[in-house]
């Protein structure tokens, strides 16, 4: 014989935000996604990503042919006051990344990026293709 339990949700959802903080299961919190824009120019492609919490020196992005990888590190403030507890605590803290391809190959010397109020810009000119070159046999 099955034993079965009722389980009320509002209980559990006011208990576990004014009492103690929520239990995500006893599983791990997922690094939030990196949230970005792409648009396509003539000659250039470009990005916006938001990344809010992160500093402008804990972003990195590499750009290699045709694919970009932007990574950053989001750092924990210790803020801890006597006489306080944490009853609830939802803010990530730890590594994000995200990489994608684009459909052409980029000049990563041409790349620019910059970082204003939580969203990374990054302008990538495209590769100008040289003209095939016909060899002379000698």
Known sequence: ???LTRIDPLDNLF????????DFNGQPQQAPA?????????????VHAEMPGVKKEDI?????????????EVR??????????????????GKLSRSFQLEQDLDDERA?????????????PKRIA???KR???Q
């Open 112 to 124: 620019v990026a910059r970082f204003t109020d939580g969203v990374l810009e990054l302008t990538l």
């Open 1 to 3: 014989m099955a034993n």
């Open 135 to 137: 060899l002379a046999i």
């Open 15 to 22: 208990r576990g935000f004014f009492v103690r903080p929520v």
């Open 76 to 93: 924990q403030e210790s803020e801890v006051r006597e006489g306080e507890r944490t009853l609830r605590s939802e803010r990530y803290y």
């Open 34 to 46: 990196i949230r970005m824009d792409v648009r396509e120019q003539a000659d250039a492609y470009l």
């Open 130 to 132: 040289s003209p095939s």
């Open 60 to 72: 990195h992005v590499v750009v290699e042919g045709n694919q970009v990888s932007i990574s950053a």
